[in-house]
């Protein structure tokens, strides 16, 4: 009976009647048509290679470079920034309780890490949480909205996610319904972080686009909207309209002016509004400021602030750059009480995010105050964080405008750079001779000749005609030195190479 197990049909073994090759039951032609629709270019073949050429690397191939540069993907540690001390001491401590009488630990962190465990069932941050989030937490984010907007937050309104990642895929699915001119469209700025595209193909909503002001600083034009939607009520039903702010992969920040623009424009189209705002702590550009939707929309008076609105924020990026943690949380504002009901038994379904996430989130929202011990510290630390990332910003694009055959908008916000190139006509018919999108083409030859991986606008999404790529502005300024002068004798030589 022993040698019968795990190598017959009824174990999946890999033959059948009579030793016949067994059929596969999951093949590329029966699989999930959706999931085959689903691309996600940041995590793409062009990442997927660097690896490999890291691998090479490390075997001691020759290259023409000693090292790969991943600049496709905003992980600030991956590159080289420092955790916040305040924020690991706090996670350290809940993970490590009998720690909490260590007076090597600051007195206010300790405080936190007894307050967050307080919360937990069991005293543990490895018990499950509710699914919507440790209560404790939600009502500092709370607190911490209502700081921010000088309006009230219900923590009741608080979901603590995965990432903000999948407190976005959430709010998705429960828009999609419908087929023909009833399907759900969402309205995605192009260019766009991929996930709104991936997560519309995977649950077989209609991905409306509306194109971003590439000349006006990647402005938000309502001129724009109104076509876009417009159009798109040919042929499905527009219901959610998504916004980032500040920009990604596009790096603009949205003047207070264009916020109150949108809102009345979705009132007005009646869209349910999805605002992206995980970058909310990286401003960098003189003039700029974050503007959230939900005070911009409550001080827009009674007419705007029952609007359906979620806005989304995330441990991975600000000063932060906590990625690996996977913390982020979402604010529903006037959802529908039985549509928070079935929200609440969705999230149910994946029992709770990462304790630890929640845990890091409320370091974010819940951070030291002056007059306690860690305050000086982490301000000095956060402060260096950003400021070096706003001269980064600022070095990243002048470098890309001098450069002739690139130019580049001012990075205003984030983490990224959108530079566009102007490709040779010879460059572009060489891609399409090898079934590559051109953009594709230069970005896999800058890493094969360079050792520098970056996103191709094609995979964000671009007008017709126009060619970009993503790179993070994250690389520490003595690699980021080296990335621009590999990426400049690059250029030169590839423009030179396929001259018309």
Same mark, same amino acid.
């Given at each position: 009976?022993?040698?019968?197990?795990?190598?017959?049909?009824?174990?999946?073994?890999?033959?059948?009647?009579?030793g016949q090759t067994r059929a596969k039951v999951l093949t590329i032609d029966s699989m999930n048509p959706l999931v085959k629709k689903v691309e996600y270019a940041v995590r793409g073949p062009i990442v997927a290679r660097a690896t490999e050429l890291e691998k090479e690397l490390e075997k001691g191939v020759p290259k023409p470079f000693k090292q790969v540069i991943k600049a496709n993907i905003g992980d600030a540690h991956a590159m080289g920034q420092k955790p916040i001390t305040f924020l690991r001491q706090v996670i350290s401590l809940c993970v490590n309780p009998d720690l909490l009488n260590n007076e090597s630990f600051p007195a206010d962190a300790r405080e936190r890490a007894r307050r967050i465990l307080q919360g937990c069932k069991g005293g543990s941050l490895g018990s499950y949480s509710d699914s919507v989030g440790v209560e404790v937490i939600r009502k500092d984010i709370a607190a911490y909205i209502e700081r921010r907007d000088g309006f009230p937050s219900d923590p009741d309104n608080i979901f603590l996610s995965t990432g903000a990642s999948d407190a976005?895929?959430?709010?998705?699915? *429960? !828009?999609?319904r419908g087929s023909g001119r009833d399907q759900t469209g969402v309205m995605i700025p192009i260019p766009q972080y991929p996930l709104y595209s991936a997560v519309t193909a995977e649950l077989n909503a209609v991905q409306v686009n509306y194109y971003l002001d590439e000349d006006n600083n990647w402005a938000l034009d309502i001129a724009e909207l109104e076509r876009s939607v417009k159009e798109a009520r040919q042929h499905c039903t527009p219901r959610v309209l998504c916004v980032i702010n500040p920009g990604n992969p596009t790096g603009q920040v949205l003047?207070?002016?264009?916020?109150?623009?949108?809102?009345?424009?979705?009132?007005?189209?009646?869209?349910? *509004? !999805?605002?992206?705002?995980?970058?909310?702590?990286?401003?960098?550009?003189?003039?700029?400021a974050f503007h959230s939707f939900k005070k911009t929309m409550m001080e827009l008076g009674p007419e705007y602030s029952t609007l359906e609105l979620a806005s989304f924020h995330s441990t991975s990026k600000g000063y932060m750059g906590e990625c690996g943690f996977r913390g982020g949380y979402m604010e529903v504002i006037n959802m529908d009480p039985q549509v928070k009901l079935q929200l609440k038994k969705l999230v149910s379904t994946k029992l709770c995010p990462p304790v630890s996430g929640q845990a890091t989130m409320d370091c974010v929202v819940n951070p030291p105050q002056p007059g306690e011990p860690s305050y000086e510290s982490f301000i000095k630390e956060k402060t260096a964080v950003l400021k070096s990332l706003a001269e980064r910003a600022k070095l990243v694009a002048e470098t890309f405008n001098s450069i002739e055959g690139v130019t580049c908008n001012t990075v205003q916000g984030a983490m990224y750079a959108f530079p566009r190139i102007a490709l040779p006509q010879r460059a572009v018919e060489k891609a399409k001779s090898l079934g590559q999108a051109p953009d594709g083409f230069y970005a896999l030859q800058l890493l094969e000749q360079a050792g520098i991986c970056v996103v191709p606008g094609s995979g964000f999404g671009q007008r017709e005609g126009t060619y970009h790529f993503r790179t993070t502005i994250l690389p520490q300024p003595d690699k980021l030195k080296i990335f621009m002068d590999a990426f400049t004798a690059f250029h030169n030589k590839f423009m030179k190479e396929y001259a018309d």
């Open positions: 009976m022993s040698s019968h197990l795990g190598n017959g049909p009824q174990n999946g073994g890999p033959t059948g009647p009579a976005i895929k959430n709010m998705v699915k *429960l !828009m999609v003047s207070k002016e264009n916020v109150r623009e949108i809102i009345k424009f979705a009132a007005r189209e009646h869209l349910f *509004l !999805m605002a992206d705002e995980v970058y909310q702590d990286n401003i960098y550009a003189e003039g700029c």
